[in-house]
């Protein structure tokens, strides 16, 4: 017998997931999961919602709703929505738990003790007017492959070129302009 760990695609907190989504995941983990412990395997089968980045606080700021309260709410129907259709997973929880960030600083500092993480710098977009540092979807300018004015920090909508925000032409804040 053999002792199996499966993770499923965390899905992103922001918006209703439909069976689209279930079917391109977290079904495939669920089938495999059943199989494997009808063969007779220890099976640990998990997910959780990933509540971290711009996707999340993009659709909090939509709602009108801070970032965490946003999350817990739509954790729920996440959850609601994983029980409703009967999937087996052992555990689905949160990428904002404190287990998670204990966890995951756990595995950091084993990887950073062996050696296997080394320092990245990286040139990020501040802006004064906002307070903070942009994330990449809160930055707009000109697309330097194209010309595009209205260019995303992440991608060109216009040529599709990916772009990092520190390469658009005159860059600015989505959120005040600046």
Known sequence: MARILITSALPYINGVKHLGNLVGSQLPADVYARY???????VLLICATDEHGTPAELA?????????????????????????????????????????????????GRLADNGLISEVAERQIYSAADGRFLPDRYVVGTCPNCGYPRARGDQC???????????????RSAISGS
């Open 60 to 108: 909090a700021a939509e709602a009108g709703e801070p970032v965490a309260d946003y999350c817990a709410r739509l954790w729920q129907v996440q959850k609601d929505l994983v029980d409703g259709f009967r999937l087996s997973f052992d555990h689905y929880g949160r990428s904002s738990s404190p287990e998670n960030h204990a966890l995951t600083q756990h595995f950091a």
């Open 36 to 42: 494997a412990r009808a063969r007779g395997h220890e």
């Open 157 to 171: 909508e216009n040529c599709t070129k990916q772009l990092d925000p520190t390469d658009l032409i005159e860059p």
